[in-house]
C-alpha cells in the first residue's frame, strides 16, 4: 500500500508498541502518510494486519504481496487493535 510502512512482529516492535501477547503473527504497521488511503480508512501505528483481502498476513513480506496484488481496488484488512481485532476497509 502506498503510504503504508509495515515491519514483521518480533518481540522488539511488540514490547515497543506494546501490542497484545495474543497476537502471534501479522504485520505491525509503523508508519502512515497522513493524507493516504490507509490514514483516510483509520489505520494506525500499532495495528497489525492479520488478514488481507480475506487473506491471512503472516508478516511484512506478505503484506506487502498481498498489497502489490490488490494495488487497483479497495482492500478489506483485519486489524489486531488493543486486544481486539476489526475491520478496516480502505478505498484506493
Given at each position: 500500500f502506498a503510504g503504508v510502512a509495515v515491519a514483521n512482529l518480533d518481540e522488539e516492535v511488540r514490547g515497543k508498541l506494546h501490542i497484545d501477547d495474543k497476537v502471534d503473527s501479522g504485520?505491525?504497521?509503523t508508519g502512515i502518510e497522513r493524507d493516504s488511503a490507509a490514514a483516510r480508512a483509520g489505520l494506525r501505528p500499532g495495528d497489525v494486519?492479520?488478514?488481507?483481502?480475506?487473506?491471512?498476513?503472516?508478516?511484512?513480506?506478505e503484506f506487502r504481496a498481498l498489497a502489490?496484488?490488490?494495488?487497483?481496488?479497495?482492500?478489506?484488512?483485519?486489524?489486531?487493535?488493543?486486544?481486539?481485532?476489526?475491520?478496516?476497509?480502505?478505498?484506493?
Amino acid at each position: 500500500f502506498a503510504g503504508v510502512a509495515v515491519a514483521n512482529l518480533d518481540e522488539e516492535v511488540r514490547g515497543k508498541l506494546h501490542i497484545d501477547d495474543k497476537v502471534d503473527s501479522g504485520a505491525v504497521v509503523t508508519g502512515i502518510e497522513r493524507d493516504s488511503a490507509a490514514a483516510r480508512a483509520g489505520l494506525r501505528p500499532g495495528d497489525v494486519v492479520v488478514q488481507l483481502d480475506r487473506k491471512p498476513v503472516k508478516d511484512a513480506a506478505e503484506f506487502r504481496a498481498l498489497a502489490a496484488k490488490a494495488d487497483d481496488k479497495s482492500s478489506l484488512l483485519l486489524v489486531a487493535r488493543k486486544g481486539g481485532t476489526m475491520f478496516v476497509l480502505v478505498k484506493k
